[in-house]
């Protein structure tokens, strides 16, 4: 659910691990893997003039991820450490630590499955007893079991509504609620002819910019991703294109990050059985 959700506003923290999570193939636990390697080429000329680790991840007997180590440029010194729990494949608590703060995300279900609601935090490394970031949010769904509202509650603000959509056959929109002048909110188009995702951008007074496109093969697969606003603060290029390919057995082989025809990166993963 999480994974094609991506309905967070500007203040979460959350979609990232999701998307990383969204690669793990629903058989992993027939797999029998025990952990997995993200490689970071760097290219010259078209050449791999370098590489590095970028991630390790482990899974448990079920095969879902337990934790998430990131390294930085190096490739030997920890950037993050994310650390999950589940009960059985539902994910209950999530803690991305980082230098200088921890962020954390708790969930509990209702009994068909779905995400109740869930409570966020951030915890700052020197002052441990100083919880700065807190979030507390409410899921309602329709009777077909797809997300309708959700209500937020902050430290600074009671329990309210804080978004909604609505479904149209193979369209998804969000009914926008604005806080304030500057609120984002995304609309969603699928379109099954080509089996493609299509995610705009809308602010208030403002007209719907496209942002992202996911396009998947016939076993659901995402095989490339099109991101047309900067994916980072130090990423200045206005369309990046992801392009993916998987192992026969459903795993996650190769991400290759182009901007235009210029080539920017390629991501291996690498897999190592019980």
Known sequence: MFAMLHCFSQDSFVPDIFDSLADVPDNMANISIKNEIVYRYKLKHHQIADSSVFENKYYDDNGNVTEIDEFNEDGKTAKSITQMVYGGHRLYKLRIIRETYTD???????????????????????????????TYKQYVYDSVARTVKIYLQTSKQPLHLW???????????????????????????????????????????????????????????????????????????????????????????????KYENFSMGVYRHYYFLK
């Open 104 to 134: 954390g995300i708790n969930f509990s279900y209702k009994e068909n499955g779905s995400v109740d609601d869930s409570y966020s935090y951030r915890v700052m490394t020197k002052k441990p007893t100083d919880t700065v970031y807190i």
């Open 163 to 257: 978004q909604q959509w609505h479904y149209e056959k193979n369209k998804k929109t969000m009914e926008p609620i604005y806080e304030n002048p500057d609120r984002t909110e995304y609309l969603y188009e699928y379109d099954s002819l080509i089996n493609k995702w299509t995610c705009y951008l809308k602010k208030e007074n403002e007209d719907k910019k496209i942002i992202n496109e996911k396009f998947f093969d016939d076993n659901k697969k995402c095989i490339k991703e099109i991101w047309y606003v900067k994916v980072a603060s130090t990423v200045f290029y206005d369309k990046v294109e992801i392009a993916k390919k998987y192992n026969p057995d459903g795993t996650l082989f190769e991400e290759q990050y």
